[in-house]
């Protein structure tokens, strides 16, 4: 009995902190996950709540239990980095690796006081059809069989005044922060009283709706930040068992990784010949079904009016200029061959997106097979790769000549000599294997700087920079020649870089200054990405793998680190040196190579898996790789572009006009002598060729209003025909253009508004110039 005793004595710590630990994990799960799944005080929601604190009693017992053993062989100096470590390692998995914490409507709801609600209206104030619309806690809307009432009658959708002498509606329950009601008056000045806990505010209606708001405090242990420190400590828990684990089992880890990251062979197989013939297919289908889903964006019509000139004889200076010879000339074929067909125009971005798999998986291979394909994989399925893909931009085509420049870069170091000396050296570089690279490597800044000055092609720089890092890595440091070398290469750089950048004040800051918005297209819940509404957790851990593994390997097989170095710079310009956060296309770059490292975190995510756990039966590895796949690919996602109809593309983050309806208008009612004013139709119908008018003019958000009156003056007849979102910004108003004599408003035709004038003569003058298409 004493002996017992004893050792229950001994187990009451690791019991109760398995009890706190437990609890706490419940409440976490319950005020993080649970609570958007079951009603508020529901008995699924004890339920679950309950059986997961049991749960988490049982397990953290053991997982104390097996840590307690482990830690004991570290000092009290290591054990409290190995603490700290795991408080930094949970902190961030749980921020980065979940999204819930960004919603304001998280709380431990045992703890939430309740409140009372009471509405009436004062006798003789509030005719029969007052109604409440809508009623919404921070928890979520309240349906009307929680609601007590009399007086007044529900239909299922609103609860409508029908005794203006005697009615009341109560509400008791939790509310969370804030809560909405939503009245709508019949009349003016209709007044009510509006109860919470017995404090009473009279509220005097508009006629139509009216929007209530209330707001209350949450004590601290029940809300989201407490929420939020427990899911902390969780995950910091979790982290320090992951931590003695790998610690426990890290020569293993780090010879198995020797061995399969060391570098992949140099020639392909059959079996490389099927896996690229397997991702090139997946990238086909996923990009090429459904091309004319959406009408072209904005951008695209340059590119497809364009080639559409060229066709027709004009010179290829008179066209377009931007991305010319890497979109334009290509479209222009394909018209050639299929006609002025929206599908052709993209098809081309399409296959040139498609056989970037082919520098991908050479590039990839120089490490291993498995990281190859997966790479291939992830770049086929990326909903922001695919997006951009589908596009007659030049996104769609960047990809394939990106890889392939990397792909030469990596050659090229790895030719490069080791403790290189330039003095003694250089003649080295005129080998052929090195020599024609670099001459390779010298075109595309060539073509960036003076080729396609206004293309974004340019931001290939940024890789340039790493690459010469790494080369200079090469170099003999302690010769004194290669140091002069490099302190004047370093300034001359540094310095054309200062004034590139004063060149271009409104694009680049010449200082760091911090802007992270660009880090959320990555991290924790971006619809640009795989696991959009799926937990970031694996992707979190594979990009923290592969930024240790890099760095440990980096004797071993220097690409790693190259990659990690590229995703990592390209990251920092767009949060450090770009003034303002171009659009979701410019950072596409950087997914490139965010692709590339999340295969090899994944790679290296499923062999601690499978070094930590081995298992003799095949059928557990590849489970395995179906559940790694399940956590991290949302189908719905990867389907989006091909599948969607919505013009606003929630990805690329553009809005594609639907001509549909005002085209089709036009066709019957437009002639031939006719002028058209337009922000966006005039794009489209100068790319199909008709409706034709005698001139077309198109104007912009800034375009002066003056202009605009000052074309109908000078015209007999016309159209003007502007879109919603540019009508909303503009210098001109909708009430302007329809009241002006002479111009009759014609109606709206999807997003896009009508205008019709004839014989019109208003007095207004230019105050700017516009161009003209024709």
Not at 334 to 354: C, H, Q, S, T
Not at 535 to 541: D, F, G, Q, V, Y
Not at 605 to 634: C, D, E, K, M, Q
Not at 747 to 774: C, I, K, L, P
Request: aromatic share 16%; hydrophobic share 50%; with cysteine.
């Amino acid at each position: 009995m004493q002996q017992t005793f004893r050792a229950i004595k001994g187990e009451l710590p690791s019991l109760l902190a398995a009890m706190t630990l437990g609890a706490g994990l419940g409440l976490f799960v319950h005020g993080y996950w649970l609570i958007d799944i079951f009603p508020v005080g529901s008995r699924q929601l004890l339920f679950f709540t309950i059986a997961i604190c049991l749960l988490g009693l049982a397990g953290y017992y053991l997982l104390l239990k097996w840590m307690q053993a482990r830690l004991i062989l570290f000092s009290g100096l290591q054990r409290s980095g190995l603490l700290g470590w795991s408080l930094l390692l949970g902190t961030l998995l749980f921020f980065i690796g979940t999204y819930q914490w960004g919603s304001e409507s998280r709380y431990l709801t045992f703890f939430l006081p309740s409140h009372k609600l009471q509405i009436s209206t004062p006798s003789g104030d509030a005719p029969a059809g007052m109604a409440v619309l809508w009623f919404n806690t921070s928890l979520g809307d309240v349906s009307h069989e929680a609601i007590d009432f009399s007086g007044w009658k529900s239909n299922g959708v609103e609860l409508t005044l029908e005794d203006p002498a005697s009615n009341m509606l109560s509400w008791t329950g939790k509310t969370g922060e804030t809560v909405q009601i939503i009245l709508r008056g019949p009349s003016q000045g209709n007044k009510v009283a509006v109860s919470w806990d017995g404090d009473e505010t009279i509220l005097e209606l508009p006629r139509g709706k009216y929007v209530y708001t209330r707001s209350f405090d949450v004590p601290l242990y029940a809300s989201r930040t407490t929420v939020v420190v427990l899911g902390i400590i969780n995950f910091a828990v979790l982290g320090l068992a992951l931590s003695l684990l790998i610690l426990q089992k890290r020569q293993t880890l780090l010879q198995y990784f020797s061995d399969t990251l060391s570098g992949g062979a140099r020639r392909l197989d059959h079996v490389d010949v099927l896996l690229l013939a397997v991702a090139a297919i997946l990238a086909l289908l996923l990009r090429a079904l459904n091309l004319e889903n959406l009408f072209p964006a904005v951008d695209e019509y340059y590119h497809l009016i364009a080639a559409r000139q060229i066709l027709e004889g004009a010179a290829l200076s008179s066209v377009y200029q931007r991305s010319l010879w890497v979109v334009t000339l290509p479209i222009a074929l394909a018209f050639r061959v299929f006609g002025y067909e929206l599908w052709a125009a993209r098809l081309v971005g399409v296959l040139f997106n498609v056989i970037a798999v082919l520098p991908l998986y050479f590039l990839m291979r120089r490490i291993n097979r498995p990281v190859a394909f997966l790479s291939c994989l992830l770049y086929a399925a990326s909903p922001w790769i695919i997006t951009f893909a589908r596009l007659a931009r030049e996104y769609a085509y960047y990809p394939f000549y990106f890889f392939w420049i990397i792909y030469g870069m990596v050659l090229f170091i790895d030719r490069f000599p080791d403790r290189f000396i330039i003095f003694r050296d250089w003649r080295m570089l005129l080998r052929p294997n090195i020599g024609l690279l670099a001459v390779g490597l010298m075109l595309p800044p060539f073509f960036a700087l003076f080729a396609d000055r206004l293309s974004t092609f340019k931001v290939i720089l940024i890789a340039y920079l790493v690459f010469g890092v790494f080369v200079l890595l090469k170099f003999d440091r302690r010769d004194i020649g290669n140091l002069i070398f490099l302190l004047l290469l370093g300034s001359g750089l540094s310095a054309e870089g200062y004034i590139w950048s004063k060149h271009h004040p409104a694009l680049i800051s010449a200082f760091p200054r911090l802007n992270p918005f660009p880090a959320t297209y990555f991290f924790p819940n971006p619809q640009q990405q795989w696991y959009f509404e799926r937990s970031a957790i694996i992707p979190a851990l594979g990009l923290l793998a592969a930024m240790i593994v890099s760095f440990l390997m980096r004797h071993v097989n220097f690409i790693l680190s190259f990659l990690f170095a590229l995703y990592v710079s390209f990251l920092a310009f767009f949060v450090f040196f770009s003034k303002s956060f171009y659009h979701t296309r410019h950072l596409s770059s950087t997914e490139l190579w965010y692709i590339l490292i999340l295969a090899i975190g994944l790679y290296i995510v499923w062999g601690v898996l499978y070094t930590l756990f081995p298992s003799r039966y095949r059928a557990v590895h590849v489970f395995s790789v179906i559940l790694l796949g399940f956590l991290v690919f949302n189908v719905q996602q990867i389907l989006l572009p091909a599948v969607s109809k919505n013009p606003d593309m929630p990805i690329s983050e553009d809005y594609f006009h639907d001509m549909s309806a005002v085209d089709a208008f036009m066709h019957g009612h437009a002639k031939a002598d006719d002028v058209l004013i337009s922000t966006v139709y005039g794009l489209y119908t100068s790319w199909k060729g008709e409706p034709g008018f005698q001139a077309i003019y198109r104007i912009n958000t800034k375009t002066p209003k003056e202009f605009v009156f000052s074309i109908v003056d000078q015209h007999q007849s016309g159209w003007i025909v502007i879109d919603q979102i540019r009508l909303d910004l503009g210098s001109i108003t909708f009430k302007e253009l329809s009241t002006t004599e002479g111009i009759e408003y014609i109606g709206s035709f999807g997003d896009e508004y009508v205008w019709r004038w004839q014989n019109a003569s208003h007095g207004f003058s230019a105050t700017g110039t516009f161009g003209v298409m024709r």
